[in-house]
Every structure is written in structure tokens, then in C-alpha cells.
């Protein structure tokens, strides 16, 4: 096969995500979106605040021409870091959950009033509070019907192995 020659068949994607503290994950979605060898099936939000982070995901697929891609909202768990704005407002990593800790900031003013109405992808999860319904089950269903399907995590902490979609042994 020379260079120039492409493959013949995309590979299917899911993409586990803690998008909206740090703009690494940002950055790693941003390069699969582009890569015409990648098939993203669905984001699952994941960590501190999934509601809010699922916004934050649709208003930036939005912003890059994917809207259309499902996204499943994780359950609420603890994130590898928190951020807590010190006296100055300037944001101070923790490693536990303080009162007062946020996802940053700027994210959050940027995405709370994004109405996910308009976002023309599907949503799952977003509106259950229900710890075993959350938007996982459509990850398990697609796992189930799609053979080799890749699921890749940008986070330090997986959604999914919480309540055993997956198994990350």
C-alpha cells in the first residue's frame, strides 16, 4: 500500500469525555472530528457534572459542523481534579471535592444557556436522574451492535466502567 492510498472503511468511534475543565479534550475530539478514517458514533460526557458538560459538548460539536453526532450523558462522579477558585478568582486544582468547586468557569458561562433543543443530534440521559438510566445504555447498545467498534477515553475517569458497560480491566 502506497501513501497516498486511503482506507477503505472508517473506524467506528465511541469517544468517553471529561470535556470542560481543561482544553485537552477539546484538542483530542477536535482531531478525530478532522481524521477521515474516524467514525465518531457518540460522545459520552463523563466526571463532575455531566448535565452541564453535555451542553458544553453539544455547543462545541455545534460549533464544529457535528451536530449531528448522539451524545450520552455519563452519571455525576468524581472527577481526578477540581477546580476552586482561589480569593482572586484565579482557579486552584484540588484533589477532593471542596465547597465552592466548579467546572471552569469560563466553559460554564460559555455553555449554561445553550439550549440543547437545538441541537440536532440525539441526547441521551439528560434529563434522567436516575443512576442506572443514564445515557449509558445507549453506549451498551451500540457496543452490542457494532463489532470492533473502538471506545476511546479522553478523561482520567470512565462513565461507563462505573456501572459496568464496559469492563476496562
Known amino acids: 500500500m502506497n501513501g497516498t492510498a486511503k482506507y477503505s472503511e472508517k473506524k467506528a468511534f465511541i ?9 485537552d479534550d477539546f484538542w483530542a475530539l477536535a482531531l478525530q472530528l478532522c481524521d477521515p478514517n474516524i467514525d465518531i ?17 453539544a455547543k462545541f460539536l455545534t460549533h464544529c459542523g457535528r451536530g ?16 476552586l477558585p482561589d480569593a482572586d478568582g484565579l482557579l486552584q486544582q484540588q484533589e477532593c471535592f471542596v465547597e465552592g468547586c466548579v467546572t471552569n468557569p469560563v466553559l460554564r458561562r460559555w455553555a449554561q444557556n445553550y439550549d440543547l433543543s437545538f441541537y440536532r443530534g440525539e441526547i ?8 442506572h438510566d443514564h445515557g449509558l445504555k445507549q453506549v451498551e447498545t451500540l457496543i452490542n451492535e ?7 477515553e479522553h478523561g482520567a475517569f470512565n462513565s461507563c466502567a462505573v456501572v459496568g458497560v464496559i469492563d476496562v480491566g
Do not use: M, Q, W
Request: charge should be negative.
Open 146 to 152: 457494532n463489532h470492533g467498534l473502538t471506545y476511546g
Open 124 to 131: 441521551f440521559g439528560v434529563d434522567s436522574d436516575d443512576h
Open 68 to 83: 449531528d453526532i448522539p451524545i450520552a450523558c455519563g452519571i455525576h462522579t468524581h472527577e481526578c481534579t477540581y477546580l
Open 41 to 57: 458514533r457518540l460522545v459520552v460526557t463523563s466526571g463532575f457534572e455531566t448535565k452541564l458538560k453535555t451542553k458544553v459538548v
Open 15 to 23: 469517544v468517553d469525555t471529561d470535556a470542560g475543565n481543561f482544553s
